[in-house]
């Protein structure tokens, strides 16, 4: 067996990752072709997930150029320690405010887990949903690796 086939995630083991991290990192086409790099915070859907950024964002305007990206979620500080998730993902803009703000509200949950912090950002949410578009990113493509996997042999 490959040593590429042997750090491989499974299925299953590739949507526990994506659920457990905390920052991905989403990489877009800008206008010159270069790629344009940002992180944030998501909320897990699947192997995919859901965000959302303000409108006149420069991913928003890659997005409306060519609604693709690649999202990276890693982990690990040594070499036989590293994990990560590449999504190449199809991603659908999302301007329907209602849809927004309820996106919105699951980062206010995901990132503020005291239920009262959550509920009480719901009204800054609403406000913010006017200026934001959601976006929610589908894999089309999905490659992982975990290194733990090799025992620390390389």
């Known amino acids: 067996m490959s040593r ?3 750090i491989t995630m499974t299925p299953e083991e590739v949507e526990a990752f994506v659920a457990a991290g905390r920052v991905a990192n989403l990489a877009t086409v800008g ?3 270069r790629p344009h790099l940002v992180p944030l915070w998501y909320v897990p859907r699947g192997p995919g997930l859901e965000t959302w ?3 006149s964002s420069q991913k928003a305007v890659n997005l409306r150029r ?3 990206a690649t999202v990276l ?3 690990g500080e040594t070499y036989d320690q590293l994990r990560g998730v590449s ?3 199809d991603v659908e803009l999302v301007t329907d405010r209602e849809r927004v703000a309820r996106i919105g ?3 206010a949950r ?5 239920e009262q912090i959550a509920t009480a950002a719901t009204q800054f949410v609403r406000l913010q949903a006017a200026k934001r578009i959601g976006l929610v990113c589908t894999p089309t493509r999905i490659v992982s690796w975990d290194h733990r996997k090799l025992g620390g042999t390389y």
Do not use: V
């Not at 995901?110 to 005291?114: A, C, M």
């Open 53 to 55: 950024t303000y409108a």
């Open 110 to 114: 995901r990132y503020n887990p005291n």
């Open 31 to 33: 206008r010159g072709g």
């Open 87 to 89: 999504l190449e993902c």
């Open 66 to 68: 060519l609604p693709q």
């Open 73 to 75: 979620i890693e982990a």
């Open 4 to 6: 590429r086939a042997q």
């Open 105 to 107: 509200s699951a980062l």
